[in-house]
């Protein structure tokens, strides 16, 4: 069964219900969605192929997720793609448990193999104004080949999306998700929902407010309050998305000259990165970037403490 298969696979009562936890309570990010349906429908489809019978949840055994482990093992999935898979199962069986449909999580206990944890990439400051300043320089390109069929609008557009990602620290999700009523103009201020449907404020910085503007301006109608801040599609009035805001920044990163392959999550990382770099406090980084944890956001120090440890090794005459 291939992958698009397993993903359209619906017809376990109990992973229709989580997916629609996870959709209507939590908020799910495209991506999480993804991952853990597809996650639990591959185990569904293991289980049944090993015991001729679907899997009933409440009376799986630990012993069923350990030959699980040992299959992933030997069809040499790497340390990363068992643990997103348990990952999913764990939370399945958290929404198992609380619905009441099984007594205890068959995985507790179970030894999964550890992975390195990678330091996420960031972008330097120079880099990402670089990176700012490449649907302009795109545009430049194509006025100057003589097109004068081009849509200016949309270049007004990328460059509002990718100073806002920047400036707020957003995940793409949430930047989608963007109504012109959430922005605060006099305070500069954002109104986000994030994971879970949990509201955060954040700053909005001028540089990302004017491109907003400007770019509202190339508008033939300018958004109402409860219209997207930024349209996939203006005559139908459509909300950007995910996917095609992941490849307009992969587009604008191989323009600025940067890795095309880095994910458009590494704004969120530069964001995060630049604040700490300039003294801002852990505890007002993790408000800002709507972490549930602190320690999500510590990750970030190894970052800074990595570049303080280079610059100390370039510059120290005793280092």
């Not at 109990?14 to 349906?37: G, M, P, W």
């Not at 429908?41 to 001729?52: D, G, I, L, M, P």
């Not at 997720?65 to 399945?92: E, G, H, M, P, V």
């Not at 540089?207 to 109402?224: D, F, M, R, V």
Request: aromatic share 10%.
């Amino acid at each position: 069964m291939n992958e698009s298969d397993l993903d359209n696979q619906n017809d376990d009562k109990y992973i229709l219900d989580f997916r629609q936890h996870l959709t209507i309570d939590k908020n799910a990010s495209e991506y999480t969605l993804r991952n853990y349906i597809h996650s639990l429908n591959e185990f569904a489809q293991w289980y049944k192929t090993v015991n001729s019978t679907q899997p009933d949840w409440s009376h799986l055994t630990n012993d069923d997720f350990r030959a699980y482990l040992r299959y992933l093992s030997r069809d040499n999935f790497s340390k990363a793609a068992i643990q997103l898979r348990f990952s999913a199962l764990r939370t399945f069986y958290k929404f198992l448990i609380r619905r009441g449909f099984a007594q205890s999580s068959p995985i507790s206990g179970l030894s999964l193999p550890k992975t390195r944890r990678q330091l996420p990439k960031f972008l330097t400051i120079p880099q990402v104004l670089e990176l700012l300043n490449a649907p302009f320089k795109e545009l430049e390109l194509v006025k100057s080949s003589g097109n004068s069929d081009v849509d200016i609008s949309t270049y007004y557009r990328d460059t509002a999306i990718l100073e806002t990602l920047y400036s707020c620290g957003l995940r793409i999700s949430e930047l989608c998700g963007l109504k012109v009523e959430d922005i605060d103009f006099n305070e500069q201020t954002v109104s986000v929902r994030g994971k879970g449907k949990k509201e955060r404020l954040v700053p909005i910085g001028r540089p990302a407010i004017n491109a907003i503007l400007n770019y509202w301006k190339q508008l033939h109608t300018s958004p109402l309050p409860d219209e997207p801040v930024f349209f996939s599609n203006i005559k139908k009035r459509e909300p950007m998305y995910p996917r095609l805001v992941q490849l307009k920044i992969k587009r604008y990163l191989a323009l600025a000259g940067l890795d095309p392959s880095i994910t458009p999550h590494t704004l969120r990382h530069s964001f995060a990165t630049h604040l700490l770099d300039a003294g801002a406090d852990l505890r007002s980084v993790q408000e800002l970037l709507g972490h549930a944890h602190l320690v999500t956001t510590q990750i970030y120090t190894h970052i800074t403490t990595e570049h303080l440890k280079r610059v100390y090794d370039k510059t120290h005459p005793r280092a």
